[in-house]
């Protein structure tokens, strides 16, 4: 496998990008979504669908670390995925804080704000292990697929990798978030059917974005990787 590439003009841009992203998928996925009208298929809950708020970007999060592992290589992904744990810290942390800080007298949305942004450790700890675990072993998945097949079947080391990616993360942060697991950390948990429900349309959903949106994502590798021949040519 070629040597990997230095980081140049557009890293900064795609670490910026995915660090965003990840930041902004936290905070929305406080709020837990329910699509359809409730049904039940022997025991398992088909309808409504469960989801949270940080489905909306998160997949985008996993096109962007195969852009950094594909085109830069497994060292430059896994310093893009511990900024991006460091600073979901740091934005826990802060709230935490800001919520302990007593309210102005004339505030009036104190509860509110705590109920949303405010520091709730099971969704913490769920957000970071799972997150954690799930951009690691895409990028790794993609990197040795890579080292296997070299240029070719990029789609194959996407997909791949995705899949294996997004199970662990899905898995993890519903099991730990809203789980058995959850009730340890203090916390409560969703029945087990609609828990299942959570984990399975939570996985279905994130790969089929990925799935979707992979003619992006061949445009933005080719994009970015002639952007960075243009650079190590000047």
């Not at 609609?194 to 061949?218: D, M, Q, R």
Request: one cysteine or more; proline letters at 6%.
């Amino acid at each position: 496998m070629p040597a990997e590439r230095p980081p140049r003009g557009l890293t900064d841009l795609v670490v910026a990008s995915f660090v965003a992203l990840l930041l902004i998928a936290n905070v929305a996925a406080t709020k837990l979504i329910e699509l359809g009208p409730h049904f039940s298929l022997g025991g398992v809950q088909i309808l409504p669908l469960v989801t949270d708020g940080g489905a909306v970007l998160f997949p985008l999060t996993y096109i962007l670390g195969d852009v950094l592992a594909e085109v830069y290589g497994l060292r430059q992904a896994r310093r893009a995925i511990v900024l991006g744990f460091a600073m979901s810290a740091l934005m826990s942390v802060t709230f935490l804080v800001v919520g302990m800080a007593p309210p102005a007298s004339d505030w009036t949305l104190q509860d509110a704000w705590v109920s949303v942004l405010g520091f709730v450790p099971r969704i913490v700890v769920a957000s970071l292990v799972a997150y954690l675990l799930g951009q690691l072993l895409n990028a790794w998945v993609l990197v040795v697929i890579k080292r296997r097949t070299g240029e070719s079947r990029l789609w194959v080391r996407l997909l791949t990798s995705t899949v294996a990616g997004e199970f662990v993360d899905t898995l993890v942060f519903c099991t730990i978030a809203f789980g058995p697991l959850g009730v340890w950390m203090g916390g409560g948990s969703i029945p087990l059917p609609a828990l299942i429900n959570y984990i399975a349309v939570g996985f279905v959903y994130k790969v089929g974005v990925e799935a979707v949106l992979l003619p992006l994502t061949y445009r933005v590798i080719a994009a970015v990787k002639r952007r960075e021949d243009a650079d190590s040519g000047r």
